[in-house]
């Protein structure tokens, strides 16, 4: 599985827009792009996920570069409630080991 | 959210003494995972399983074992436990389908 790359922390001012960049230069053409976020002291919840098209759900949006080596979380609209770790990973859709690494942390400031 | 239960969710142990963490799940998802947070460290895997009777280790599986006798049982042990071994543990589980995982809300370890 492709090795990610993430800033270590950001933050974003509340109602704004976070774009959380993910760097996964060597992802295969089988790799999926997968997102998960830790709230304090809770288990990590999925996010969204995609191949190479962009994806949206209520959640979020997933932006992939046309070369997929990149990618960028967009929360549209952060609340204070979206403050936490966010993890980027690169998986194949046969492959089930997960590893997470250690995220972006996200402060949305009021 | 899938119907995941770990147990107990807090426990405190002397080193030496063994521990076994229990993870139950009611989604019928055929993987199951373990996990420790520790900070500094992000979320590591220690062991997860693709079915009954179906371990193997993670990147961190040192000084642990699994055991899967029914699909919604995932055990991890800790034969002798250290105080390296103080963290959280998460249990995920995932189906084949969609390759999305589900954690479960965390047992917190202290080992003195």
């Known amino acids: 599985d492709a090795k990610t790359t993430q800033p270590t922390s950001m933050d974003c001012a509340e109602g704004r827009a976070a774009n959380l960049p993910c760097n996964h230069s060597?992802?295969?053409?089988?790799?999926?792009v997968y997102w998960y976020r830790q709230i304090h002291s809770q288990g990590p919840q999925y996010i969204i996920h995609g191949l190479k098209n962009n994806e949206t759900n209520e959640m979020a949006s997933l932006i992939i570069t046309e070369d997929r080596k990149s990618s960028t979380l967009i929360l549209p609209h952060a609340t204070l409630r979206d403050t936490a770790v966010y993890y980027c990973?690169?998986?194949?859709?046969?492959?089930?080991?997960?590893?997470f690494g250690t995220g972006t942390s996200l402060t949305v400031i009021p | 959210d899938a119907g995941i239960t770990q147990s107990p969710r807090h426990k405190v142990t002397e080193t030496g003494t063994p521990v076994t963490l229990r993870c139950h799940q009611t989604?019928?998802?055929?993987?199951m995972y373990w996990y420790r947070q520790d900070p500094g460290h992000g979320l590591r895997l220690i062991h997860y399983s693709y079915g009954v009777k179906d371990t193997d280790k993670g990147e961190v599986s040192d000084g642990y074992s699994v055991s899967r006798s029914k699909t919604e049982d995932f055990l991890l042990t800790l034969e002798s436990a250290t105080s390296s071994q103080t963290s959280v543990y998460f249990c995920a589980t995932g189906s084949v389908s969609g390759n999305t995982i589900y954690f479960g809300e965390g047992s917190w370890l202290t080992v003195v």
């Open positions: 989604e019928n998802h055929r993987y």
């Open positions: 060597t992802i295969s053409g089988n790799e999926y």
């Open positions: 990973i690169a998986l194949t859709n046969t492959g089930n080991q997960f590893y």
